[in-house]
């Protein structure tokens, strides 16, 4: 596919972008749960300026992200060590 111009409208601010068409949808998307959250960040705190909220918004994000890799990491060590496992019964089943 190819490369198209949209703009995105993330706390009231237009940002034009060029990306790949492929990418529209999760661009899109993201920008919906920036907003939203934004949105809920406004309606739950005494906060009005938007750089605030931004940056409220950009650490739960990035909380979640550290998470999610903490999680995938530690789920993908415990994999390993099964795999490990699992190759030495086969190694010992195979050798008698």
Known sequence: MGEISIKINIADRVYPLRVDTAEEEVIRYAAKLINEKIKELQDNYAVRDKQDLLSMCVLQYATGMIKAERNAQQHEEGLEE?????????????RK
């Open 82 to 94: 099964k795999i490990h496992e699992l190759d030495n019964v086969l190694t010992d089943f195979f």
